[in-house]
C-alpha cells in the first residue's frame, strides 16, 4: 500500500523560503515519476515540479522555474521541494503524488498520477 506523507509547509513573507518533504512508502514499482502540485484558492490542482525515480530528470513550470528545485533522497524514499523567492501567488495547498511509471514526455496531468499524499499548507504574505 503506498502511503506519502508530505510536511514542511507553513507560512513566510514574500521573498522566504520554505522547503517541502514528501515521505514515501509502500513503493513497489520498479520505475515511477514523483511530482508535487498546488491547489492555489478557488482553482484546481496545478503541476508544480516532477522528478524520475532515479533523480535524473526533473521538470518544472514556467511559474517556478528557476526559484523552485526538485531533488530526492533514494535511501530515505522522499522527495524534496526548495522552494525559494516565494511569491504570494505561490500560495496554495501543495501535494506529492506518485505515477508508477516513468515515460517521457513528463507527465504534467493530475490524472496521469495514481497516489496522492493529504496535501500540506503553504501561504505566502505580501
Known amino acids: 500500500q503506498v502511503q506519502l506523507v508530505e510536511s514542511g509547509g507553513g507560512l513566510v513573507q514574500a521573498g522566504g523560503s520554505l522547503r517541502l518533504s514528501c515521505a514515501a512508502s509502500?513503493?513497489?514499482?520498479?520505475?515511477?515519476?514523483m511530482a508535487w502540485f498546488r491547489r492555489a484558492p478557488g482553482k484546481g490542482r496545478a503541476f508544480v515540479s516532477g522528478?524520475?525515480?532515479?533523480?535524473?530528470?526533473?521538470c518544472y513550470s514556467a511559474s517556478v522555474k528557476g526559484r523552485f528545485t526538485i531533488s530526492r533522497d533514494s535511501a530515505e524514499n522522499t522527495v524534496l521541494l526548495q522552494m525559494n523567492s516565494l511569491k504570494p501567488e505561490d500560495t496554495g495547498v501543495y501535494y506529492c503524488?506518485?505515477?508508477?511509471?516513468?515515460?517521457?514526455?513528463?507527465?504534467?496531468?493530475?490524472?496521469?498520477?495514481?497516489?496522492w499524499g493529504q496535501g500540506t499548507q503553504v501561504t505566502v504574505s505580501s
Open positions: 503524488a506518485i505515477r508508477p511509471i516513468w515515460s517521457l514526455p513528463f507527465a504534467t496531468r493530475e490524472d496521469e498520477y495514481s497516489y
Open positions: 509502500g513503493l513497489t514499482f520498479s520505475s515511477y515519476t
Open positions: 522528478i524520475s525515480g532515479g533523480g535524473k530528470a526533473t
